[in-house]
């Protein structure tokens, strides 16, 4: 492939990233990123149009021609169209932006949108993690759990384009927990973030710390420093997500998993209790299967948007 220079834009519910991804050399090249808040509670209008703004200003700061805009967005995406499709209360009036012709209108550049963690896993799937390998079961867990799974180099989008949503798998230790979906039992809402926390505080920990909230880095603080509530609350999350883990190996396996996200850098009772319930659900054949950290970090969106601009990263159902 040519050398070509990608627009390339993140579109998350707190930050809007936006940079050039050269692509068609040894690794892909990025450069001159941009990072400004979503204002997501502003509304669609308002996000759109910082996003307008941004991909405007990129093309500024590029050298020479730019191919096109790739975008990683937040919500469900239509990737043939590029409408957002379905948003949450996260990112209110955001569902039904026509967002590629809203972009190709404004620049007079084509425009390809896929959603924010099928992206990070189509680049971490090619450039990353899963790098040579047939296909890989990709698990984003931070303030939310999102997935995919990509198979040679092509993300399996499901007849709603909403597959890999390893969040919203019924999970034991959830039952009877309320999910921000509406449903109960999933697993998001007792192995992200949030859930790690709630569970801190349940079990007799501090809400606050430094006059500021409780949060997950100071959770595994006090868990390498031997909190015991600390350490209970990161295993129960890490054997949740190695349950369901070690259950989609068995419908689907991949050649390894790839793990990212804020709370996949835990420390060793939140990985060991993940690693122990992984075998304890997967089946003999798929045991083995590597279990490894994203090598990319933010820039595995920017990349995937712009592969997916380049070159589908998508598989029709």
């Not at 834009?9 to 050269?22: E, P």
């Amino acid at each position: 492939m040519d050398k070509k220079t990608i627009v390339s834009v993140d579109i998350g519910g707190t930050k809007i990233a936006c940079g050039l991804v050269t692509l068609g050399g040894e690794a892909p090249v990025i450069e001159k990123v941009e990072k400004v808040p979503t204002e997501a509670m502003k509304g669609g209008e308002h996000v759109l149009a910082t996003v307008l703004e941004q991909v405007k200003a990129a093309i500024e700061r590029a050298d020479g021609e730019v191919a096109g805009v790739g975008i990683s967005s937040a919500g469900v995406v239509n990737p043939r169209t590029g409408d957002i499709t379905f948003a949450n209360e996260l990112m209110p009036g955001w569902g039904g932006t026509a967002l590629a012709t809203e972009v190709t209108k404004a620049t007079g550049l084509a425009c390809r949108v896929l959603n924010d963690v099928h992206a990070h896993a189509l680049g971490e799937a090619r450039w990353g993690g899963g790098r040579g390998k047939a296909s890989c079961l990709v698990a984003a867990v931070g303030t939310g759990i999102g997935g995919a799974f990509v198979e040679h180099g092509h993300i399996m989008l499901g007849a709603h384009d909403e597959a890999g949503h390893i969040g919203h798998v019924c999970c034991p230790a959830a039952a009877g927990v309320p999910c921000s979906c509406g449903a109960t039992g999933h697993l998001e809402p007792i192995a992200a973030g949030p859930g790690i926390i709630a569970e801190y505080v349940r079990l007799g920990g501090d809400e606050t710390y430094d006059g500021k909230p409780m949060d997950g880095a100071e959770i595994d603080r006090r868990a390498a420093a031997g909190d015991e509530a600390a350490k209970a609350a990161e295993a129960r999350a890490g054997r949740a997500l190695g349950e369901v883990l070690g259950s989609m190996c068995n419908m689907l396996d991949p050649a390894c998993v790839i793990l990212s996200g804020s709370v996949a850098q835990c420390g060793p009772d939140w990985s060991d209790a993940m690693k122990e319930a992984f075998r304890g659900q997967a089946m003999p054949p798929v045991a083995t299967t590597p279990v490894v950290d994203g090598e990319l970090g933010g820039d595995a969106p920017l990349i995937g948007a712009a592969e997916n601009f380049v070159e589908s990263g998508y598989a029709e159902c």
